[in-house]
């Protein structure tokens, strides 16, 4: 069974930094790409990075550009998310989703139940 | 960058009625070379992360119930639930996957 399992989020000042984590098991991870996907509350799916399965290709969004790193060890089946100078606008719940493909992006076919990030003083 | 747009915003449809939800993309989603359109759908139970229902716009995932029905191509796409049931009741999110994926605004489905 496949499983995702975020952790990480929670409540940071503007301009603080968190790494959020995401546990992958049930599945060969080094084989797929992986991606973060955010949802402010009450609001729809943003597309915020993604990884391919090797870590060769990444891509951000322009909202995160500069201030987000996407990184994986697929050693430890772990995809990251690196974030720094959040904004109050980064508040959202954060997802890390299982691509069904390894190399270039196409539709996500897992969802881990995502991980809260609050920015505010 | 692919804009998706979705309509309605919302809808509530009567139990074992008919529900359809249309997605359109600011380019074109079909891949001459292989025939098939980069549209992906997902719904989102309240309080759930999303879950992937079709793909390639008309292959329905695997456990997903056959009353989902996905078509289109081209820039233009529909979602439909034949017959609808209480568990259905949620938002519905159309993604592009033929560049950098991205999703439409979703469209809410309540039973009326």
């Known amino acids: 069974e496949v499983q995702l399992v975020e952790s990480g989020g929670g409540l940071v000042r503007p301009g603080g930094s968190l790494r959020l984590s995401c546990s992958a098991s049930?599945?060969?991870?080094?084989?797929?790409?992986m991606h973060w996907v955010r949802q402010a509350p009450g609001k729809g799916l943003e597309y915020v990075s993604a990884i391919t399965h090797d870590g060769g290709t990444t891509y951000y969004a322009d909202s995160v550009k500069g201030r987000f790193t996407i990184s994986r060890d697929n050693s430890r089946n772990t995809l990251y998310l690196q974030m720094s100078s959040l904004r109050p606008e980064d508040t959202a719940m954060y997802y890390c989703v299982k691509d069904v493909y390894g190399g270039n992006w196409y539709y996500f076919e897992y969802w881990g139940q995502g991980t809260l990030v609050t920015v505010s003083s | 960058d692919i804009v998706m747009t979705q309509s309605p915003d919302s809808l509530a449809v009567s139990l074992g009625e008919r529900a359809t939800i249309n997605c359109k993309s600011s380019?074109?989603?079909?891949?001459?070379?292989?025939?098939?359109?980069?549209l992906a759908w997902y719904q989102q139970r309240p309080g759930q992360p999303p879950k992937l229902l079709i793909y390639w716009a008309s292959t329905r995932e695997t456990g997903v119930p056959d009353r989902f029905s996905g078509r289109g191509s081209g820039t233009d796409f529909s979602l439909t639930i034949s017959s609808l049931q209480a568990e259905d009741v949620a938002l519905y999110y159309c993604?592009?996957?033929?560049?950098?994926?991205?999703f439409g605004p979703g469209t809410k489905v309540d039973i009326k």
């Open positions: 380019q074109n989603i079909l891949n001459s070379a292989n025939n098939k359109n980069y």
């Open positions: 993604q592009q996957y033929y560049t950098t994926p991205s």
């Open positions: 049930g599945f060969t991870f080094s084989s797929f790409s």
